[in-house]
C-alpha cells in the first residue's frame, strides 16, 4: 500500500476516566469512509512472562516503566512507512503479555491512546496533533469506580484503595504535567461537541478535504 502522504498521526491523552476514549471514538466515527485505526498505549504493557504471579499482581501499571514504549514506537514508525505490524494482546487475568497478536494494516490516520502518550519526548515529536482530555478529578473517580465495579468485578473498597495509593499519585506525577505539551485541552471529554468538532475539522484539513 504506497501514498504520497505520510499517515496523519493523533495523540489523545488525559486521566483514567477522563473521558479520552470517548474522544478518540468520537473522531474515529466522524471519518466512517476514511482509512483510519486507533493504536492503544495499553496494548504495549510490558511483558513479564519471566516474573513470578506474585511479583506481576505488584504491577502499577499507571506508571512509565509499564510500558514497551520502544516497541510502541518502533510500530509507529512502520505504519508511517504503510507496514503492518503484529500488535501484542496483553492478558490482565495473568497480567503479562498473552501469546497472541492482532494483524494491524497501515492507516492513513492514526489515533494514539493512552494515558502516557505525551510523557515521551519522541512519540510528541511524531504527532501532527495533541489532545489533552482534562476532567474533573471527581468525575474521574467515579466513572473508574462505576466501571470497575460493573465491568471488572472489582470491590469499592478495592477500587478507591488503588485510585488513592495508585491512580490518583501517578496522575499528578507523570500524566498532568504533559498537559503543557498539548496543541487541545477538551474539558469535560466525550461531552465536549465544538472541542471535538475542532479537532475533526483540523483533520480534514491535513487529509485535504
Same mark, same amino acid.
Given at each position: 500500500?504506497?501514498?504520497?502522504?505520510?499517515?496523519?498521526?493523533?495523540?489523545?491523552?488525559?486521566?483514567?476516566?477522563?473521558?479520552?476514549?470517548?474522544?478518540?471514538?468520537?473522531?474515529?466515527?466522524?471519518?466512517?469512509?476514511?482509512?483510519?485505526?486507533?493504536?492503544?498505549?495499553?496494548?504495549?504493557?510490558?511483558?513479564?512472562?519471566?516474573?513470578?504471579?506474585?511479583?506481576?499482581?505488584?504491577?502499577?501499571?499507571?506508571?512509565?516503566?509499564?510500558?514497551?514504549?520502544?516497541?510502541?514506537?518502533?510500530?509507529?514508525?512502520?505504519?508511517?512507512?504503510?507496514?503492518?505490524?503484529?500488535?501484542?494482546?496483553?492478558?490482565?487475568?495473568?497480567?503479562?503479555?498473552?501469546?497472541? *497478536?492482532?494483524?494491524?494494516?497501515?492507516?492513513?490516520?492514526? =489515533?494514539?491512546?493512552? &494515558?502516557?502518550?505525551?510523557?515521551? @519526548? !519522541?512519540? $510528541?515529536?511524531?504527532?501532527?496533533?495533541? *489532545?489533552?482530555?482534562?476532567?474533573?478529578?471527581?468525575?474521574? =473517580?467515579?466513572?473508574? &469506580?462505576?466501571?470497575?465495579?460493573? @465491568? !471488572?468485578? $472489582?470491590?469499592?473498597?478495592?477500587?478507591?484503595?488503588?485510585?488513592?495509593?495508585?491512580?490518583?499519585?501517578?496522575?499528578?506525577?507523570? &500524566?498532568?504535567?504533559?498537559?503543557?505539551?498539548?496543541?487541545?485541552?477538551?474539558?469535560?471529554?466525550?461531552?465536549?461537541?465544538?472541542?471535538?468538532?475542532?479537532?475533526?475539522?483540523?483533520?480534514?484539513?491535513?487529509?485535504?478535504?
Amino acid at each position: 500500500m504506497m501514498t504520497e502522504h505520510k499517515p496523519i498521526i493523533i495523540g489523545v491523552t488525559g486521566g483514567s476516566g477522563s473521558g479520552k476514549t470517548s474522544v478518540s471514538h468520537a473522531i474515529l466515527n466522524h471519518f466512517p469512509n476514511h482509512s483510519i485505526m486507533m493504536l492503544e498505549h495499553d496494548s504495549y504493557y510490558k511483558d513479564q512472562s519471566d516474573l513470578p504471579f506474585e511479583e506481576r499482581l505488584k504491577t502499577n501499571y499507571d506508571h512509565p516503566f509499564a510500558f514497551d514504549t520502544d516497541l510502541f514506537i518502533e510500530h509507529l514508525h512502520k505504519l508511517l512507512n504503510y507496514e503492518a505490524v503484529e500488535k501484542p494482546v496483553y492478558d490482565y487475568v495473568a497480567h503479562t503479555r498473552s501469546e497472541q *497478536v492482532e494483524i494491524q494494516e497501515p492507516k492513513e490516520v492514526i =489515533i494514539l491512546e493512552g &494515558i502516557l502518550i505525551l510523557a515521551d @519526548e !519522541r512519540l $510528541r515529536n511524531m504527532m501532527d496533533i495533541k *489532545v489533552y482530555v482534562d476532567t474533573d478529578d471527581d468525575i474521574r =473517580i467515579i466513572r473508574r &469506580i462505576k466501571r470497575d465495579i460493573e @465491568e !471488572r468485578g $472489582r470491590t469499592l473498597d478495592s477500587v478507591i484503595n488503588q485510585y488513592l495509593t495508585v491512580v490518583k499519585p501517578m496522575y499528578h506525577q507523570f &500524566i498532568e504535567p504533559t498537559k503543557r505539551y498539548a496543541d487541545v485541552v477538551v474539558p469535560e471529554g466525550g461531552q465536549n461537541h465544538v472541542a471535538i468538532d475542532l479537532i475533526n475539522t483540523k483533520i480534514d484539513t491535513f487529509l485535504g478535504n
